[in-house]
């Protein structure tokens, strides 16, 4: 099974940045398509970005032109830029994806603990 570890959140005031990791532990040999979805209190979790395995990036509406999403393949590695941060932008971020296995490629399967964003006014 694959699991991913998410890190780099934090508290920071509005028009702020933070960069967000995650990494994928596991006997994995690569990561494939991946997204960060964010999951903010009595809402539904949502997909903000996606980067597929030959580096295609998308984004929802709400972060365009904000967030990057980029990927260090050596390091099985995903990574969201934040800037310009709002105070909607307050969630806990995760990420999920595909990986190449010794039993192919699969889904992660579940979810990691997460990385709390709090953006202040």
């Known amino acids: 099974q694959v699991q991913p570890v998410e890190s780099g959140g934090g508290l920071v005031q509005a028009g702020g940045s933070l960069r967000l990791s995650c990494a994928a532990s596991?006997?994995?040999?690569?990561?494939?398509?991946m997204g960060w979805y964010r999951q903010a209190p009595g809402k539904q979790r949502e997909l903000v970005a996606s980067?597929?395995?030959?580096?295609?990036?998308d984004y929802s509406d709400s972060v365009k032109g904000r967030f990057t999403i980029s990927r260090d393949n050596a390091k099985n590695t995903v990574f969201l830029q934040m800037n310009s941060l709002k105070p909607e932008d307050t969630a806990v971020y995760y990420c999920?994806?595909?990986?190449?296995?010794?039993?192919?490629?699969?889904?992660?399967?579940?979810w990691g603990q997460g990385t709390q964003v709090t953006v202040s006014s």
């Open positions: 999920n994806g595909v990986a190449l296995t010794t039993a192919g490629v699969i889904d992660f399967g579940s």
């Open positions: 596991g006997s994995i040999f690569s990561i494939g398509a």
């Open positions: 980067i597929t395995s030959g580096g295609s990036t």
